[in-house]
């Protein structure tokens, strides 16, 4: 049986005195594909924001466990060094600060240590090879002037360069063209097969059609109202979320 890697247990959290997500437990395993689905406004982006520590949101109670330890109250660099990812919605954009420049930097910042220039560079030029990238790609500006899909596509990139435990994707399919849905959902199958596990959110299903989820979970109004397997994703295509309100 796989160990636990994502453990959350009678989570209440928000903004200020604004509660958000209400008693939320959740388990996922190491290696599982897990979806988070539910309308607008329900919590889900909170709660990938808040299993990542953003100092946006406040824990009220209940605790977060990742690989066996608290880190209800660790800094997101901290959560990020122990082995967790998470994508954005609309990633930013930073002028002046190439793509190549901005991976060497994270990689030194998690390694805590020299940077084998060789290596790195051997490996940005394989993950261009997987993801069909023009390696120039890596001289522009992070996220300056990219479409969409070329942001998805930078995030993707950094998922596979860092290899995380977890990785949460907000969203990632999110107003793509059929040919980026297929080089994201490729990148992320990659991922899984290098042993990553996955916290899915989203409202579409595309991404999820080159994938095997474990489970599924229903947010609605902060609170979790409905969990299943794979089968659950049909369910919620066929009946929309007001079947479970």
């Given amino acids: ?49 808040v299993i ?56 030194r910042e998690r390694t805590n240590g020299p940077l084998k220039i060789l290596k790195f560079k051997k490996r940005l030029e394989e993950i261009c090879g997987l993801l069909d990238l023009d390696p120039a790609f890596l001289e522009r500006d992070l996220n300056v002037g990219f479409s969409g899909g070329e942001k998805k596509k930078a995030e993707i990139f950094q998922l596979l360069l860092l290899e995380p435990k977890l990785a949460i994707l907000d969203e990632t399919d999110s107003g793509l063209d059929v040919d980026a849905v297929r080089t994201v959902s490729k990148g992320i199958s990659i991922f899984k097969e290098q042993g990553g596990s996955l916290l899915i959110i989203t409202h579409s299903t595309r991404i999820l059609d080159a994938l095997t989820v474990d489970r599924t979970h229903v947010l609605v109004n902060g609170r979790i109202v409905k969990e299943g397997g794979g089968e659950l994703v049909d369910d919620i295509n066929r009946g929309g979320y007001a079947q479970y309100a």
């Fill in 1 to 49: 049986m796989a160990a636990e890697l994502l453990k959350i247990k009678g989570l209440n959290a928000g903004i200020g005195e604004e509660g958000i997500l209400h008693d939320i437990d959740l388990t996922l395993n190491a290696g599982e594909t897990h979806v988070l689905m539910g309308p607008n406004g329900a919590g889900k982006s909170t709660l990938g924001n």
């Fill in 52 to 107: 990542m520590g953003s100092p946006v949101y406040g824990v009220s109670s209940g605790t977060i466990l990742f690989d066996g330890e608290d880190i209800t109250k660790a800094r997101v660099d901290e959560r990020a060094k122990k082995g967790i990812f998470l994508s954005f919605q609309n990633p930013l954009e930073v002028p002046g600060l190439t793509m190549d420049a901005f991976l060497r930097s994270v990689v």
